[in-house]
């Protein structure tokens, strides 16, 4: 699916047919030129040609899985993983993946160690929701739609920052998928420049931090990007969002078996979060082959301490783990 390509074939045509091209991609979420009815018979058949509807992914969990993940094969060959969670509330949520691996190497991460290869187009971030769109409205009720999306899949979304941020305007927009700013999310793993430029959006869209250590020491060796932006910076700034959007900010923590889970870990982070607008996202570690999870009664002991220090925090359900969709898992190993 090519969206700029789109636009040139429609050029010369009155402004009203891409409005229509969009309906029928969008709205009527068609997979085939051949079934559209707006659009004139002779431009059908040209962007039949010219702009082909067909996503190629493969799809692994079933109709009564609470996750589904897919496999997406890009033009160039590159493969991505983008993740629907089917929560028990009714929200549909994409995790959208906005890049080929990760150049950031973060130690627990499957992505990280599969390198980087390169940034996806806004069009590659799009059609992972468009593809789940179409899959909810062929396979559930008629109005059973995506309602949120999350930059939580591969790659580190503020390091591809333009076509993400054009990903989001087409995610948000009235002509196309129509989600709100408020239930699109972008997580990182702590790029200063690109929160500043997030902060100056006109959008209130959601900022996640993972954050996974509360000190400069131990957060430089599960993630070496800390070494570039080192905590004392990214909280300031992150404060600065956190007011300037007046939003909450989430900080995704993941609990891992004697590395970031002890008693003094747990004090330290309480000292990082004493800010009304941050709260805490406790993920338990699924394993990657490197560290071990920390188990329930730490993971409630951690959470405890957090709680009595009055830190808002709650804990990640964790889905997707039978087919490695579940978080830090997504590495193109089912292929
Ligand atoms: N690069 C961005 C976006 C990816 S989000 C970021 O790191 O924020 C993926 C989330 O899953 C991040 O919070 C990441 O830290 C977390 N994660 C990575 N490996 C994980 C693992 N093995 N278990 C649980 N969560 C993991
Ligand atoms: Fe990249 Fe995020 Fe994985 Fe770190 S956690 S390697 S930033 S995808």
Known sequence: M??????????????????????????????????????????????????????????FGSKNSESLKILLELADGGKVESVLLKHADGRRTVCVSAQVGCPLG??????????????????????????????LKRNETEHDRVTNVVFMGMGEPLLNYDSMMEAVRILNSKDAFNIGARRISISTAGIIPGVEKLMREDLQINLAISLHAATDELRSELMP????????????????????????VMFEYLLIKGINDRREDALALVDLMRIELFMVNLIRYNPTGVYGPSNSAEIAR??????????????????????????????????
Not at 114 to 128: C, M, P, W, Y
Not at 310 to 328: E, K, L, P
Request: charged share 30%.
């Open 302 to 335: 951690f959470k405890n301490i957090l709680s009595e220090n009055g830190i808002n925090v709650t804990q990640r359900y964790s889905f997707g783990q039978d087919i490695n969709a579940a978080c830090g898992q997504l590495a193109n190993k089912n292929q």
């Open 225 to 248: 990007i800390n070494n570039k932006y080192p905590l004392e910076d990214l909280m300031k700034v992150v404060a600065r969002f956190a007011r300037a959007k007046n939003r909450e």
């Open 106 to 135: 973060c130690k627990f991460c499957a992505t990280g160690m599969l390198g980087f290869k390169r940034n996806l187009s806004t069009d590659e971030i799009v059609a992972q929701v468009l593809f789940f769109s179409r899959y």
């Open 2 to 59: 090519d969206l700029d390509k789109l636009k040139e074939v429609l050029a010369g045509e009155p402004k009203f047919r891409l409005k229509q091209a969009y309906q029928a991609i969008f709205t009527d979420l068609i997979a085939d030129w051949r079934d559209n009815t707006t659009l004139p018979p002779k431009l059908r058949e040209k962007l039949d040609v010219e702009c082909p509807l067909e996503l190629k992914a493969t799809l």
